[in-house]
């Protein structure tokens, strides 16, 4: 008998609805804001002042010339550098923005991001009033203000007994009277549910088991008419689901899938996601190394992006339809736990010898692909901390992308370009796609080192259904940041992928 585990995860203390960002509104002056954040940039050779410069000149007083001032005091227009300027009753932000004027949606998200998150670390004696000028004027770019001003306030406090409070009172953004409250409340959309997914993965393994996950979703998706089926061990049994089954056998804690379902009328596309939710990868009988075991609570951002982009989607009303499925698991040793050599079947009968039991990743995603197949979608995409491989061939800040056919490569990128994040396309060469092959089984779950990225996107391939455009998102590198905070993005958990999967249903809803 299985001792009884801590009954650890009081959802009380944590309820992903009410992550804590500070409320955020369009503004149309600097009025009585703590701190104001404008933009340097470099232009035909002179640095610029991006923002409410006059305004805050006339609050300043008689005979200050902000630019000059700034530029005294070290504001440089370097990309990344950020300077503070205190003048009577408000301080001054001054963000590099590069050397033009001409400034993307990324641009703005990152400075934006970089000037709250600035604010937020300076020890102050009262809540701040942060106003964010730096010249919003189109739609695109005001939810881009927004995201990465709420990106760059997010800090994971659940488990602080003592919690902070809330250092940032709230966020005012000028923008030109065209930008519309529309683009702010989808910006606000957005970065609440990174920020969710960022929560969930930054939980530790000990307080976010299978059903521990499934029971966040239910909870965020409440409100919402977002349809919620859940799988346990025994149904999953009952209807094949070999390799989440196996995956999750050796944990006191049994496996979950998890289907979500927004349908809304007219919707005439219908998009599918997956997400891989290994709650924690010990990596089985091939067991992971010391370093690599501390951090592997995050083998779940996958479900945790797929969970929370469904969550935008159906807030911001898109009209598409859009299923997603979590296959949720932990992945520990014990004498249930699956070994290498097993031969595992998969829901659409497919036999895999598992070569690897650290290859859990792909065993999972073959059960919830196969079963994604049965929903006919237009477009299947999963999303997955897949491989180390990946990270290798990629770094830590770019994903990669691997499709069955160019035109959803483009679809993709396309979308996370509007969204600001980075993929990178790699092949699945038949070189590759002939190493499947298993002599006691129909696959073989692991061949080499060399292209091990290639290799799990060309397993996965295997239970696509022909004719099915399908992408696969390995975000093993950029979903967890092990080093400082860089523009909106944390230090740990950095919500990867959400941004996209939401780009990506905007533009296929009717
Ligand atoms: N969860 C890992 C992948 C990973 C590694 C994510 C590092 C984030 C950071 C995955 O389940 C795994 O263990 N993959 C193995 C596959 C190998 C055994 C073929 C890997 O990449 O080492
Ligand atoms: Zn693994």
């Known amino acids: 008998m299985a001792t009884p585990q801590q009954p650890l995860f009081d959802s009380t203390r944590f309820d992903p609805g009410r992550t804590d960002l500070?409320?955020?509104?369009?503004?149309?002056?600097?009025?009585?804001?703590?701190?104001?954040?404008?933009?340097?940039?470099?232009?035909?050779g002179r640095p610029t002042l991006v923002g409410a410069t006059a305004e805050l000149e006339k609050l300043a007083g008689r005979g200050i010339q902000l630019l000059a001032t700034l530029v005294e005091q070290g504001a440089q227009s370097r990309v990344d550098t950020i300077a503070c300027l205190n003048l009577p009753g408000v301080r001054v932000l001054a963000v590099g923005l590069g050397d033009s004027l001409d400034l993307s949606p990324e641009d703005l998200r990152r400075a934006a991001g970089i000037g709250v998150r600035h604010t937020a670390s300076i020890a102050s004696p009262s809540p701040r009033r942060i106003v964010v000028s730096l010249e919003a004027s189109s739609d695109a770019q005001l939810q881009a203000v927004v995201e990465g001003a709420l990106l760059g306030s997010y800090d994971f406090v659940p488990l602080r007994r003592h919690r902070p409070t809330r250092?940032?009172?709230?966020?005012g953004v000028l923008s030109s009277p065209r930008a519309s409250q529309q683009a702010l409340d989808a910006g606000r959309s957005v970065a609440h549910a990174v920020c969710v997914a960022r929560d969930w993965t930054n939980l530790p393994a000990n307080l976010l088991g299978p059903s521990d996950l499934v029971e966040q979703a239910r909870s965020y998706l409440k409100d919402l008419r977002v349809g919620v089926d859940v799988l346990d061990e025994h149904a999953l049994a009952k209807a094949g689901f070999g390799g989440i089954l196996a995956v999750g056998g050796?944990?006191?804690?049994?496996?979950?899938?998890l289907r979500l379902d927004w349908h809304p009328r007219g919707a005439r596309k219908h998009l599918v996601l997956v997400g891989k939710g290994i709650t924690y990868d010990s990596g089985g009988y091939n067991l992971k190394s010391a370093e690599s075991l501390l951090t592997m609570k995050h083998d779940m951002a996958g479900a945790a992006a797929v969970i929370a982009a469904t969550h935008a989607i159906a807030e911001l009303g898109l009209g598409v339809?859009?299923?997603?499925?979590?296959?949720?698991?932990?992945?520990?040793?014990?004498?249930?736990?699956?070994?290498p050599g097993d031969v595992l079947t998969i829901y659409d009968g497919t036999t895999v010898e598992n070569i690897d039991s650290d290859c859990e990743g792909r065993i999972v995603l073959a059960d919830a692909l196969a079963r994604a197949n049965d929903d006919l979608p237009d477009l299947l995409v999963d999303v997955a901390t897949l491989t180390g491989a990946c990270m290798i061939a990629l770094g830590t800040r770019v994903g990669g992308l691997m499709t069955n056919e160019d035109a959803t490569a483009d679809q993709v990128l396309d979308a996370a370009e509007i969204a600001g994040e980075e993929?990178?396309?790699?092949?699945?060469?038949?070189?590759?796609?002939?190493?499947?092959?298993?002599?006691v089984a129909d696959l073989r779950s692991k061949k080499d080192k060399f292209g091990g990225a290639l290799f799990a996107a060309a397993f996965l391939q295997h239970f696509v259904a022909d004719?099915?455009?399908?992408?696969?998102?390995?975000?093993?590198g950029p979903a967890w940041n092990r080093e400082a905070a860089h523009g909106y993005?944390?230090?740990?958990?950095?919500?990867?992928?959400?941004?996209?999967?939401?780009?990506?249903?905007?533009?296929?809803?009717?």
């Open 423 to 439: 993929f990178w396309q790699l092949p699945i060469t038949s070189q590759i796609r002939s190493q499947l092959s298993s002599e």
């Open 167 to 171: 250092a940032i009172e709230s966020i």
């Open 250 to 257: 050796g944990s006191a804690r049994p496996p979950r899938l």
């Open 489 to 510: 993005v944390p230090t740990h958990a950095t919500g990867a992928g959400v941004r996209t999967l939401i780009a990506l249903a905007q533009s296929m809803a009717s």
């Open 321 to 339: 339809h859009v299923t997603t499925y979590a296959p949720i698991a932990e992945s520990m040793i014990s004498g249930n736990a699956y070994r």
């Open 22 to 44: 500070p409320p955020v509104e369009l503004v149309k002056s600097i009025g009585r804001a703590s701190d104001v954040i404008v933009g340097l940039a470099e232009s035909k």
């Open 467 to 476: 004719g099915t455009s399908w992408a696969h998102l390995d975000i093993a």
